[in-house]
């Protein structure tokens, strides 16, 4: 059985970026709608708006459709790897990047930036922890213990990197273990949100 990682470690950019660009327009549209002239409370005169260019769109504005929010998201990564480009030496800017790609098809090559990024500083441990995920999604579960691993081995407090410890170990079929992180999370830290997420996999393989 497979268990998802916890996702207070995973970074969904292109999700958010999605909500917001949807936030953009849905806000945009209400302003537009808020903006049209009431009905007047006396005689009505015409019930047809002019046919002039303030009037003729009314009423016809439509929320973004799909292809505009991936359009929109689209861009973003364009524009995210240009700066990059330019100043790889902006790990902030890398790690965006590497978010977006680990996020939609591009995890090979999000492994390459995020690795650019430990060059510099081998101790990121959320940059372990995103090695983690992704080849945790593809599968390879030896490579996403060993990153995580070592990011709880320099943060013992880190009880995100731990419960997934516990997830890869349960995926492997090794519920024991499992069953002891997990349990040792609940002890360590109650009602945490990690406490929460350490009780639903209990609750999964008991």
Same mark, same amino acid.
């Given at each position: 059985?497979?268990?998802?990682? %916890?996702?207070? =470690?995973?970074?969904? *950019?292109i999700?958010?970026? *999605?909500?917001?660009?949807?936030?953009?327009? %849905?806000?945009?549209?209400?302003?537009?709608?808020?903006? @049209?002239?009431?009905?007047q409370?006396?005689?009505?005169?015409?019930?047809?708006?002019?046919?002039?260019?303030?009037?003729?769109?009314?009423?016809? @504005?439509?929320?973004?459709?799909?292809?505009?929010?991936?359009?929109?998201?689209?861009?973003?990564?364009?524009?995210? /790897? =240009?700066?990059?480009?330019?100043?790889? $030496?902006?790990? &902030? /800017?890398?790690?965006? +990047?590497?978010d977006?790609?680990?996020?939609?098809?591009?995890?090979?090559e &999000?492994?390459?930036?995020?690795?650019m990024?430990?060059?510099?500083?081998?101790?990121?441990?959320?940059i372990?922890?995103?090695?983690?995920?992704?080849?945790?999604?593809?599968?390879?579960?030896?490579?996403? @213990?060993? +990153?995580? %691993?070592? *990011?709880y081995?320099?943060?013992?407090?880190?009880?995100?990197a731990?419960f $997934?410890?516990?997830?890869?170990a &349960?995926?492997?079929?090794? $519920? &024991? /273990? *499992?069953?002891?992180?997990?349990?040792?999370i609940?002890?360590?830290?109650?009602?945490s949100?990690v406490?929460?997420?350490?009780?639903?996999?209990?609750?999964?393989?008991?």
């Amino acid at each position: 059985m497979k268990f998802k990682l %916890s996702p207070i =470690v995973v970074y969904p *950019a292109i999700i958010i970026l *999605a909500v917001v660009i949807i936030i953009i327009f %849905s806000t945009d549209f209400s302003s537009k709608k808020s903006a @049209e002239p009431k009905a007047q409370t006396g005689p009505i005169v015409s019930e047809t708006l002019p046919d002039d260019d303030i009037h003729k769109n009314m009423g016809k @504005e439509t929320p973004p459709s799909k292809e505009n929010v991936i359009s929109g998201v689209k861009k973003r990564m364009e524009s995210l /790897k =240009v700066e990059v480009e330019k100043n790889p $030496n902006d790990t &902030a /800017k890398v790690r965006q +990047y590497a978010d977006f790609l680990a996020e939609g098809h591009g995890q090979a090559e &999000a492994v390459k930036y995020y690795e650019m990024i430990l060059r510099k500083d081998p101790k990121r441990t959320d940059i372990l922890q995103s090695l983690g995920y992704v080849f945790y999604m593809q599968q390879d579960l030896n490579k996403a @213990e060993a +990153y995580i %691993s070592k *990011a709880y081995s320099l943060d013992k407090n880190n009880f995100q990197a731990f419960f $997934n410890l516990g997830a890869i170990a &349960a995926t492997k079929g090794d $519920n &024991a /273990k *499992a069953k002891k992180i997990w349990k040792e999370i609940i002890a360590k830290r109650p009602n945490s949100e990690v406490a929460k997420l350490a009780q639903d996999g209990l609750n999964q393989i008991q």
